[in-house]
């Protein structure tokens, strides 16, 4: 696929979503919100990705959403006033749907973060399932400066990933907060010293993702999906249930045969029908 704000590539079982709009600091428009949506679902439908590197090119991550643009991602404001309501609100809707892609995504998602990530990039890392970032990267739940209630999944997601105290300090009073802190927190899961190394460090781990069963993997990223948004109690019954269709599979076989046998498994000659 060919993409206006974006670079995509897949190598082997590993994609690369890459943002590309540096001469804008990536601030997302309207064009890379729709894109972020259609590349996720792209590679969840159409590849052999067993894993995504999210990066960016430029000397920041993301500035955020484009204020300059920002009537092409909120939308006009003529006409009826309930009907340009009830417009915004499928419009907001659909920008939460384009985040929601990475977390739906079969694939598990590594963020390599640099420089400044400001309000929606932190509701579209949220949606990761690994962050890495640089020693310089400063993060700022930006939304509460510009008078908006942060809306794509900071929100949502965030609390399971800071603590709950530091999280509302962060959203409400929208200051920053650097790498040592994320890292601190949890929020990322390693740091690096440049931009370089956060984009290898990132694509270690898709590596060694991509080297476990893609149905293990695909699996494990769905029950914990599944496990924060219900009860204890459901998600035992959803993993029994996913267990039940999927445990005679192959990749189980082999698995079991490597370790009678001491031997290390991979998965990378498996048909790709298994992915």
Known sequence: MQFETLDVSVDGYIATVTLN??????????????????AFRWIDAETNARAVVLAANGKHFTAGLDLKE?????????GDPARVREKLRRHILHLQDCFTALEECRAPVIAAVHGACLGGGIDL?????VRVCTSD???????INVAIVADVGTLQRAPYLLPNGILRELALTGRKFLADEASKYG???????S????IEKAKAIASEIA???????????AILNHSRDHTIADGLDYVATWNSGQLLGEDLMKAATAALTRETVSFSDLLESDD
């Open 187 to 193: 929020f990322v899961n390693a740091v690096t010293d």
């Open 21 to 38: 709009r540096p001469d804008k600091l990536n601030a997302m428009n309207g064009a890379m919100f729709r894109e972020i949506g259609e």
């Open 125 to 129: 890392v949220s949606a990761c399932d």
């Open 137 to 143: 990267t400063w993060f700022s739940i930006q939304e």
């Open 211 to 221: 080297s476990k069963s893609p149905l293990a993997v695909a699996g494990t990223k």
């Open 195 to 198: 931009r370089e190394e956060a």
């Open 70 to 78: 920002s009537g092409s991602v909120m939308g006009t404001a003529e």
